[in-house]
C-alpha cells in the first residue's frame, strides 16, 4: 500500500488509539475511585458525616468528609495520570503498570497524611485506612479488566504500534518472532527494511512484506504507515545515519527503538545510563545465593506446611480413592534431577497402571510423531486410568509434591523437574535450569504445560532462572490457579 493509497482515517486511527485509551482509562479510574471513595464514606460515617475539624488557628474552617471525597477522588485520578500508569509504554503486558498505580496511590495517601499533620487536621485514621486498600484493589481489577479487553484487540493487531524492523534478515526474523511470541505487548509488524530491499519479497518464513532497503526507510515508513521503527541490527546503519534517521521521524507520532541482541532478560536486570552521548544497556549477571534464596525457601517451607494442612481432606480422599480405583500403591515415586544435578525422590499420585514404565517404548513413536524428541507425553495415552485422567486435568496428582517442597527437594515455583533420561539428551545450555530447585509449578505450566513444545518449554524455563524474583513468583501463583481450572495442555 502506498503512501497515496493510505486512507488519512486510517492514519488517523493508528496514532488515536493511544490517546483513546488512556480516556478510557482515566474515565474508568475516576469512577472507580469515586465508588470506592463514597462506600469507605458510607460505610465508616453512615448516611450522615460530621466535618473535618482543624486545631489551632484553624478551627474556624468546615469542611465536610463530602468535600473530601471530591477532593480525594480528584487528586487521586490526576496522580496516576502525573505517574504514568496509562502510559501506552506500560499498558498490556508485565507488571509496570500496576507498580505505578500502587505507587501513585501510597504517594497520594502520603501527601494527605503529611498536609494533615502540618496543618493539624483531625482525619478520621479508619476512613482513610479503609479508602486507601479498597480503593487500589479496586483500581488493579479495573486495570486487569480493561488489560483482557486490550489482549483481545492486540491478538488481532489493533491497538498496537504499527513496527517496521529495519536490520539483516535474520535480525528482523528473530524480532519477529519474539514480538510474534507475545502480542499482548502491543507491537504488530507491518514491515521491513532489509539490505536486498527486494520490495515484492518476503521475510522468509513469514508474511512480513520487505518495504524496501536499510537506505531507503523514509519510503517505507510512508508506504506501511509505520509509526515505530525498530532497528534489529546496526551494522547496515552507521550511527550517523541512525542520528539522521530519528531526526526525520515526527515528533509525538513516530517512534525510534533500538532492539539490541539480547533476549529474555527480565527488566529490572536491564539498566540504560547514557555515557558520552552513548546509551549504554548494564545487564546485571544473575545471582542465586545470600538472602534471595533464604527468602525463597522460608516462603516455600511456610507455603507448603499451610497447604498440607488446608488440603488434608483432599489428599486423604485422593488416596481412598485412588486405592480403590485400580490395584496398586497409592503414590508414584520417580527419580527426577533436581538443584545442581543432584537427584531425588518425586512423589505424586499414582494415575497410571503399575506396569507402565515397561509399556514406554511401545509408545515412544507415538510421542515423535507428535513433535517432542526430548519430553514424552500423549494426548490420550493409554497407560493413563480413568481416574488418573480427572487427577491430571486439574493437577492433582502433584498435590503430595507439597511433601518434596517441605522437604527441600523441590520449590513451590521453580524449572520443570526433569527425567534422567531427558537431561543426557540436554544441550549445555540447558544445564542452566538445575541453578534453581524445581518447582510443582512454573511458567512452563502457566504457558501451556504439555502444549508446549521442547524449545519453548526450555526458553521459559531458562527465563525463570535468568530472571527469578519474589514477585514474579507470587504471579506465577495467581496464573497457576487460572491453568489449573483451565486443564489447558494437562494429559
Known amino acids: 500500500m502506498t503512501a497515496e ?8 486511527a493508528e496514532h488515536d488509539w493511544r490517546l483513546a485509551y488512556s480516556r478510557r482509562l482515566a474515565l474508568t479510574d475516576f469512577v472507580v475511585i469515586a465508588i470506592a471513595v463514597t462506600a469507605t464514606q458510607v460505610l465508616w460515617f453512615g448516611a450522615s458525616a460530621d466535618g473535618v475539624a482543624f486545631r489551632g488557628n484553624l478551627d474556624f474552617l468546615a469542611i465536610s468528609y463530602t468535600v473530601v471525597s471530591v477532593i480525594l477522588t ?14 501506552d509504554r506500560l499498558v498490556g503486558t508485565g507488571t509496570a503498570e500496576y507498580r505505578s498505580v500502587v505507587d501513585a496511590s501510597l504517594r497520594i495517601f502520603g501527601v494527605l497524611a503529611i498536609v494533615a499533620f502540618l496543618l493539624k487536621i483531625d482525619f478520621s485514621r479508619g476512613y482513610f485506612i479503609v479508602a486507601l ?5 479496586a ?25 517496521l524492523l529495519v536490520g539483516s534478515e535474520v535480525s528482523v526474523l528473530h524480532t519477529a518472532t519474539e514480538l510474534a511470541r507475545h502480542p499482548q505487548a502491543g507491537y504488530h509488524v507491518v514491515g521491513a527494511c532489509v539490505p536486498s530491499g527486494r520490495v515484492a519479497d518476503y521475510i522468509p518464513g513469514t508474511n512480513i512484506p520487505v518495504a524496501g532497503s536499510v537506505d531507503r526507510v523514509g519510503f517505507a515508513i510512508e508506504a506501511t504507515g509505520a509509526d515505530t521503527i ?34 529474555d532478560i527480565g527488566g529490572p536486570r536491564i539498566h540504560t545510563r547514557p555515557v558520552a552521548g552513548l546509551p549504554l544497556i548494564h545487564v546485571e549477571t544473575p545471582r542465586y545465593e545470600g538472602f534471595k534464596r533464604y527468602q525463597k525457601r522460608i516462603f516455600d517451607i511456610v507455603a507448603s506446611a499451610l497447604l498440607i494442612v488446608l488440603s488434608a481432606p483432599v489428599l486423604l480422599t485422593i488416596a481412598v480413592v485412588v486405592r480403590l480405583s485400580t490395584p496398586g500403591p497409592v503414590l508414584f515415586k520417580q527419580e527426577r534431577v533436581g538443584l545442581n544435578g543432584s537427584p531425588f525422590r518425586m512423589l505424586k499420585f499414582r494415575s497410571m497402571v503399575t506396569d507402565a514404565d515397561a509399556l514406554i517404548k511401545d509408545l515412544e513413536h507415538s510421542n515423535r510423531t507428535e513433535g517432542n524428541a526430548v519430553l514424552f507425553k500423549m494426548k490420550d495415552d493409554p497407560r493413563v486410568t480413568a481416574v488418573g485422567r480427572v487427577l491430571r486435568k486439574f493437577s492433582l496428582d502433584e498435590l ?28 549445555s545450555h540447558v544445564h542452566r535450569r538445575f541453578l534453581m530447585k524445581p518447582g510443582i509449578t512454573g511458567l512452563w505450566q502457566v504457558s501451556g504445560r504439555s502444549d508446549l513444545s521442547w524449545e519453548d518449554s526450555v526458553r521459559l524455563d531458562l527465563y525463570y532462572v535468568e530472571n527469578w524474583s519474589m514477585v514474579g513468583d507470587f504471579i506465577i501463583l495467581l496464573r497457576t490457579v487460572r491453568a489449573v481450572f483451565a486443564s489447558s495442555g494437562a494429559y
Not at 493509497?5 to 488517523?12: D, G, H, L, M, S
Not at 486498600?133 to 484493589?137: C, I, K
Not at 483500581?139 to 504499527?162: H, T
Open 5 to 12: 493509497t493510505r486512507r488519512p482515517e486510517t492514519v488517523v
Open 74 to 87: 480528584v487528586c487521586w485520578t490526576a496522580i496516576l495520570g502525573i505517574y504514568g500508569s496509562r502510559s
Open 133 to 137: 486498600p479498597l480503593g487500589t484493589l
Open 139 to 163: 483500581l488493579l481489577a479495573a486495570r486487569w479488566g480493561w488489560r483482557q479487553w486490550l489482549n483481545r484487540r492486540r491478538a488481532r493487531g489493533e491497538y498496537s504500534a504499527q513496527v
Open 230 to 263: 525498530v532497528i534489529t541490527s546496526s551494522d547496515e546503519l552507521s550511527p550517523d545515519k541512525i542520528r539522521e534517521l530519528s531526526w526525520s521521524l515526527e515528533p509525538g507520532r513516530q517512534h525510534l527503538v533500538v532492539a539490541p541482541s539480547l533476549t
Open 400 to 427: 503430595p509434591q507439597l511433601f518434596n517442597v517441605l522437604r527441600g527437594d523441590m520449590s513451590l515455583i521453580g524449572p520443570r523437574p526433569p527425567l534422567q533420561r531427558e537431561v543426557d539428551l540436554y544441550e
